[in-house]
């Protein structure tokens, strides 16, 4: 099946400063590829979404970018904000309809 | 308002008493999936389903059952739960795998 891994598992970024979150998948076939933001004792909640024939997407301060050829894809935060603190988890949904999630990134934002 | 509910949201339990986790959407939705969430292993599938009497494995099934009888409802059971069952337990809803899942509230469970 699918194997989606996550990297870093933690990270610390200045306030007003970018991150970046990176997952590789290991099924060429996988053709959606969702994040979500989990906040502490809350539930994950979709933040942005690709699909396979989209290479980039954006939404306000957050985008995707996805690598078909390499099977990569990252989150990418721009202008950091203290509210941006979170565990973030992207997943991949195999050709099948089981999904994967990765092991997901603390992000902390310092003031 | 559209939502997925659990229930219950926290529970104690003892080695071997069965016990069931209630999950409940009004959405309309057709797939349903169980996940555990374990620190450092991210949200695990238990099992999934793709409509009613449709159910099948995700990463981790041993030791638990589903049921798909209804489409909004589809509860977990453990029949002989054991402490490594112990985690936070998140129900989820969307149209299909490759749409955006709605995930209820969690149902943190630990068995001593």
């Known amino acids: 099946g699918e194997n989606v891994e996550q990297h870093p598992s933690t990270l610390s970024v200045q306030e007003g400063d970018s991150a970046v979150i990176k997952c590789t998948y290991s099924?060429?076939?996988?053709?959606?590829f969702p994040w979500y933001k989990q906040e502490l004792g809350k539930r994950p909640q979709l933040i942005i979404d690709?699909?396979?024939?989209?290479g980039e997407k954006k939404d306000q301060r957050i985008a995707v970018t996805l690598n078909k050829t390499a099977k990569h894809f990252s989150l990418h935060i721009t202008e950091t904000q203290p509210e941006d603190s979170a565990v973030y988890f992207c997943?991949?949904?195999?050709?099948?309809?089981?999904?994967?999630f990765g092991t997901g990134t603390s992000l902390t934002v310092i003031p | 308002e559209a939502q997925v509910t659990q229930n219950p949201r926290y529970l104690i339990t003892v080695t071997g008493k069965k016990l069931t986790v209630t999950c409940s959407q009004n959405?309309?939705?057709?797939?349903m999936s169980w996940y555990r969430q374990d620190p450092g292993l991210g949200l695990r599938q238990i099992y999934y389903?793709?409509?009613?009497?449709?159910?099948d494995k995700g990463d981790v099934p041993e030791g638990y059952k589903v049921s798909r009888k209804e489409k909004r409802n589809f509860p977990l059971i453990l029949e002989s739960p054991s402490p490594n069952q112990t985690s936070l337990y998140f129900c989820?809803?969307?149209?299909?795998?490759?749409?955006?899942?709605?995930f209820g509230p969690g149902t943190r469970l630990t068995v001593t």
């Open positions: 989820a809803s969307s149209l299909s795998p490759r749409y955006e899942q709605y």
């Open positions: 099924d060429s076939a996988s053709n959606y």
């Open positions: 690709i699909r396979s024939n989209v």
């Open positions: 997943a991949g949904g195999s050709p099948g309809n089981q999904f994967y």
């Open positions: 959405m309309n939705h057709e797939y």
């Open positions: 389903s793709m409509n009613v009497e449709v159910t």
